[in-house]
């Protein structure tokens, strides 16, 4: 019996990060000699940073497994009907429903802290008026964020972070992958950016195989790039023909 070509893991960061913060998750899956990439993800708009994304997948030779953390996860429901696309994974990750805005999927349950440490801002638009962006207050960064990852990287996290366009958290989403491919989710369950049990409701809707990590922070790659790395691993082995 002949196996499909191991498929090739696409890492999409989500918002407050960039795709250093799978560094961890990179090396694991390496040394195993699984094809990764990890591209920047926009952080521009829903259906914009989708396309993006389904762009370098579709550019990808052979079966590609995405994985989104937090936003991500909402970026490859939509991305993930790209052709080549043959699983999903979500690590601390909105999982949104088709025609679901990110406010409306977290509004199911109570609110994380996030939303009142978030710093507003304005990025300029050609040909429009300025639009608005969202960091997380530096001083709270270390606690929403990172709580289990070492003070020291939390600092260069914090001053390093890329911002969300607002837009990302109304605009609905064109399609939701997981309802034709299969998926995985780890839930981090102490995560003050995203309500663990908005977690649990997405991948539970999805029928996903979850995982949970215990203690885990929203920066759950970066903390625990092994347990991480497992998961994909195992959406690896599932998606084998």
């Known amino acids: 019996m002949s196996t499909s070509p191991t498929p090739t893991i696409l890492l999409v960061h989500g918002a407050f990060a960039d795709a250093a913060s799978w560094t961890g998750v ?3 899956l390496q040394n195993d000699g699984i094809p990764v990439i990890a591209p920047p993800n926009p952080l ?52 949104t429903e088709e025609g679901e805005s990110l406010s409306e ?14 710093v507003q801002s304005t990025y300029p638009v050609e040909g429009a008026e300025p639009a608005v962006e969202f960091t997380i207050e530096a001083r709270a960064f270390p606690e929403i964020f990172a709580a289990d990852v070492p003070a020291a990287v939390t600092k260069v996290l914090a001053v390093a972070q890329r911002p969300l366009a607002a837009a990302a958290f109304t605009e609905r989403a064109a ?9 995985w989710a780890l839930v981090a369950d102490a995560d003050q950016a995203i309500n663990p049990d908005v977690q649990r409701f997405g991948a539970r809707r999805a029928g996903a195989t979850t995982v949970e990590v215990e203690g885990a922070s929203h920066a759950v790659a970066v903390s625990r790039a092994k347990e991480v790395a497992d998961l994909i691993r195992d959406a690896v082995r599932g998606t084998a023909v």
């Open 26 to 28: 990179i090396t694991e």
């Open 44 to 95: 521009r708009g829903l259906a914009s940073d989708a396309a993006y994304i389904a762009s370098v997948a579709s550019r990808i030779d052979g079966p590609v497994v995405l994985v989104g953390h937090s936003y991500g996860g909402a970026v490859i429901s939509v991305a993930g009907t790209t052709e080549n696309v043959t699983g999903l994974v979500y690590v601390a990750a909105y999982v």
């Open 105 to 118: 999927l977290q509004d199911r349950y109570p609110l994380s802290p996030l939303g009142d440490n978030l």
């Open 175 to 183: 399609a939701a992958a997981w309802r034709t491919k299969p998926s």
